[in-house]
């Protein structure tokens, strides 16, 4: 963290870009448990953790002015960009944090309705494996705030880390609603491009989707 702050430093304006935003949530732990009564209404809350420079999480608030959202980013310089976006918007719908997502189940209780994870850290080498924000590790905090129903979206360019995801969410009783090896191939409707995304289709890669759900039972 201290490598990136010095960075911040290289950026023009970055600090007050970052301490003046309206978007930013400063002090989440306060909120845990109570995120519905930041935005001031009861409606359903998404996140999307490792949300880089908010292409998709600035788009889903904007098409969905019904559903609270929550970027979540561990990185302030790649966070810069991001508000920067945001400048001269107006979308109350939409918060951002900045934080690893190792604190997610602290700052978070049961209180998020779906969780996206876009174009992940892969963490190739095994002994990294626990890194992978669908190791049994992640999910286990995940379990701790989600309402309801667990339902998590991913996409990924990333083979190894598809195949991975779709065994490990499996042995945790996620049953899947939708796998795609080729998002492009059949593409949703109402699909929001992410920055990488961009990138990766722009030059022939395939788009791994998975879209899962674990049913609490609520006998």
């Given at each position: 963290?201290?490598?990136?702050?010095?960075?911040?430093?290289?950026?023009?304006?970055?600090?007050?870009?970052?301490?003046?935003?309206?978007?930013?949530i400063?002090?989440?732990?306060?909120?845990k448990?109570?995120?519905?009564?930041?935005?001031?209404?009861?409606?359903?809350?998404?996140?999307?953790?490792g949300?880089?420079?908010?292409?998709?999480?600035?788009?889903?608030?904007?098409?969905?002015?019904?559903?609270?959202?929550?970027?979540?980013?561990?990185?302030?310089?790649?966070?810069?960009s991001?508000?920067?976006?945001?400048?001269?918007?107006?979308?109350?719908?939409?918060?951002?944090?900045?934080?690893?997502?190792?604190y997610?189940?602290?700052?978070?209780?049961k209180?998020?309705t779906?969780?996206?994870?876009?174009?992940?850290?892969?963490?190739?080498?095994?002994?990294?494996?626990?890194?992978?924000?669908?190791?049994?590790?992640?999910?286990?905090?995940?379990?701790?705030?989600?309402?309801?129903?667990?339902?998590?979206?991913?996409?990924?360019?990333?083979?190894?880390?598809?195949?991975?995801?779709?065994?490990?969410?499996?042995?945790?009783?996620?049953?899947?609603?939708?796998?795609?090896?080729?998002?492009?191939?059949?593409?949703?409707?109402?699909?929001?491009?992410?920055?990488?995304?961009?990138?990766?289709?722009?030059?022939?890669?395939?788009?791994?989707?998975?879209?899962?759900?674990h049913?609490?039972?609520?006998?």
């Amino acid at each position: 963290m201290f490598g990136d702050v010095m960075r911040l430093r290289n950026i023009k304006g970055a600090q007050d870009i970052i301490e003046q935003s309206s978007y930013l949530i400063s002090d989440p732990f306060n909120h845990k448990g109570k995120f519905n009564d930041l935005f001031g209404n009861n409606n359903k809350i998404e996140i999307e953790i490792g949300m880089g420079k908010g292409n998709f999480i600035i788009e889903k608030a904007k098409l969905n002015p019904d559903i609270n959202f929550i970027g979540i980013e561990k990185y302030p310089t790649v966070l810069v960009s991001a508000l920067k976006k945001l400048e001269n918007t107006n979308l109350p719908n939409l918060k951002i944090i900045c934080i690893d997502a190792n604190y997610i189940d602290e700052i978070f209780d049961k209180e998020i309705t779906k969780i996206y994870l876009n174009f992940s850290d892969p963490w190739p080498k095994k002994k990294h494996a626990n890194r992978r924000l669908t190791s049994f590790i992640f999910l286990d905090k995940y379990s701790k705030i989600f309402k309801g129903d667990y339902l998590i979206e991913m996409k990924t360019d990333n083979r190894n880390l598809f195949e991975y995801s779709l065994v490990s969410l499996s042995q945790k009783d996620y049953v899947l609603e939708e796998v795609k090896l080729n998002l492009y191939d059949d593409l949703d409707l109402d699909n929001v491009q992410t920055e990488y995304e961009k990138k990766f289709v722009s030059i022939g890669l395939p788009i791994y989707k998975l879209k899962v759900i674990h049913k609490i039972d609520k006998n």
